[in-house]
């Protein structure tokens, strides 16, 4: 699936996008996060080599970056979303690092509960797929690193 | 579903294109011929279309000069006030940098000589062939003016054939004649478009 114009991935996902920091961070701190979203998809944007998990993509950065906002103005804000693993690194870098080989789906449904804590409806909606489909996609994935690690 | 706000989406798309981080802005203007989408790079003018069909044409745009495309209303604004002032008959030539990137040989040949085209003034296929050295393509420059990514700034519509007769127009010869009335100083503005 190739990559779309900028601008049809913009409308198609801004609205969600927004939804979700203005969960994570507010109404007023969601809008200064949202357009720093979008800045950095579009940083990103001619670096991608295909158009699947657009969705899954844009909400890995709006959670980055809602993560970024929380520590910059409360940190307080988004505790549950910056746990730190055992080597110091947050836990998103790791899990994003042991996640690279994973197929697609299961490495964002992975990064995004793991990494990040996103509840599995939020997964479901940032795959384009229902709440079970992410739960299925988040467990095969793990199993696969279980695997892969032992 | 939380809907973007206004303000948020119109600030998100100016501080894209001020960051430098837009490939293609574009909007949809309307004009005397219709609704026209003007898209522009950081180059220049790089496309005018009639009867715009937006989903179709930022792929088209995506495929020509990258695919970071987006709307952006302020930075077609020039465009869309010289196009304005041309509707109105207060300007005659367009003073806007263009972006043929992607034309070459005798195409692009042919766009720079039909740019040199006065207002008001028409020339035929025949003629740009033989300007351009190659008598024997009168066809082909029709196809080229079927093809043109600027019309009216790059006036396409002046180009008539051999006999006086119009020929054809990428946007339709009702617009064609009305482009010319108004260049002739008869503006017929209550023209029915399709």
């Given at each position: ?21 203005v ?5 007023q701190?969601?809008?200064d ?45 988004v ?70 690690l032992? | ?6 303000s ?19 909007d ?41 495309v ?20 207060r ?41 351009a ?25 002046r180009?008539v ?15 064609k ?18």
């Amino acid at each position: 699936m190739s990559v779309p114009p900028f601008e049809r991935f913009y409308v198609d996902h801004r609205d969600a996008v927004f939804g979700h920091l203005v969960r994570l961070l507010g109404r007023q701190r969601a809008e200064d996060a949202f357009q720093e979203t979008f800045l950095r998809a579009l940083r990103g944007y001619d670096s991608l080599r295909h158009g699947r998990y657009l969705r899954a993509w844009v909400f890995t950065i709006a959670t980055r970056v809602a993560i970024d906002e929380g520590r910059k103005r409360r940190p307080e804000i988004v505790p549950e979303l910056d746990v730190e693993s055992a080597d110091g690194r947050p836990a998103y870098a790791q899990i994003e690092h042991l996640a690279e080989e994973l197929p697609e789906k299961e490495r964002a449904a992975v990064v995004l509960r793991y990494g990040y804590d996103l509840s599995y409806s939020d997964i479901g909606t940032a795959l384009g797929s229902s709440e079970e489909a992410a739960r299925q996609a988040a467990s095969s994935g793990v199993r696969r690193l279980r695997r892969r690690l032992s | 579903m939380t809907t973007v706000p206004n303000s948020l989406d119109h600030s998100f798309r100016q501080a894209a294109a001020e960051a430098g981080l837009v490939d293609v802005s574009f909007d949809v203007a309307d004009s005397p011929v219709g609704p026209l989408l003007l898209a522009v790079t950081e180059a220049g003018l790089c496309r005018i279309s009639f009867d715009p069909e937006p989903e179709r044409e930022t792929e088209e745009l995506a495929r020509s000069f990258g695919v970071r495309v987006l709307r952006g209303p302020r930075e077609v604004d020039r465009v869309r006030r010289e196009l304005e002032e041309y509707f109105e008959g207060r300007r005659q030539t367009f003073d806007l940098p263009l972006d043929l990137r992607g034309r070459s040989g005798f195409s692009r040949e042919i766009l720079d000589r039909l740019a040199r085209v006065p207002y008001g003034e028409i020339t035929t296929y025949k003629s740009l062939a033989v300007e351009a050295g190659n008598p024997l393509a009168a066809r082909a420059v029709g196809t080229i003016m079927n093809r043109n990514p600027i019309p009216i700034v790059l006036p396409c519509h002046r180009v008539v054939g051999s006999n006086g007769s119009l020929v054809g127009y990428g946007g339709g010869l009702d617009r064609k004649r009305l482009l010319l009335d108004l260049e002739s100083g008869t503006p017929r503005l209550d023209i029915h478009l399709p």
